[in-house]
C-alpha cells in the first residue's frame, strides 16, 4: 500500500482556480496510478481524473473536462490536480487515490486513500 496525503483545498469563488497536491510515501510511487475523486454532501464519490504510472495517459469526467488538469512527479511522489474556472458544482471533498492497476477508473480500482482535502467554490 503507498500512503497519501492531500493538501490545498480551500474557499474560493467561482471561476478562480485552486491547485490540489498529494504527497505519496511508502511502496514505490511510480508503479501506481493515481487519481482524484469527489464527495459532495448528500451525494456519491465520483471520479474526477486519473494518470497513468508513466504519467502518458490522464482521463477526465466529462464535468470537469477541460477545466481541470492532472499531473504527476514520480521523482518527488506528488500528483496533483490544477482546477481552473471552479463553479460551485464543484464544491466537495477531494480524495487523492492510488491503484496497482494499468488503467484503473472505479473507485473499486483504487486501494489506497488519502484522508481527503474540503474545496468549497462560492457563487
Known amino acids: 500500500q503507498v500512503q497519501l496525503v492531500e493538501s490545498g483545498g480551500g474557499l474560493v469563488q467561482a471561476g478562480d482556480s485552486l491547485r490540489l497536491s498529494c504527497a505519496a510515501s511508502?511502496?514505490?510511487?511510480?508503479?501506481?496510478?493515481t487519481g482524484w475523486f469527489r464527495q459532495a454532501p448528500g451525494k456519491e464519490r465520483e471520479f474526477v481524473a486519473v494518470i497513468r504510472r508513466s504519467g502518458g495517459s490522464t482521463y477526465y469526467a466529462d464535468s470537469v473536462k477541460g477545466r481541470f488538469t492532472i499531473s504527476r512527479d514520480n521523482a518527488k511522489n506528488t500528483v496533483n490536480l490544477q482546477m481552473n474556472s471552479l463553479k460551485p458544482e464543484d464544491t466537495a471533498v477531494y480524495y487523492c487515490?492510488?491503484?496497482?492497476?494499468?488503467?484503473?477508473?472505479?473507485?473499486?480500482?483504487?486501494?489506497?486513500w488519502g484522508q481527503g482535502t474540503q474545496v468549497t467554490v462560492s457563487s
Open positions: 511508502g511502496r514505490t510511487f511510480s508503479g501506481y496510478a
Open positions: 487515490a492510488a491503484s496497482a492497476q494499468w488503467s484503473p477508473m472505479a473507485k473499486t480500482d483504487f486501494g489506497s
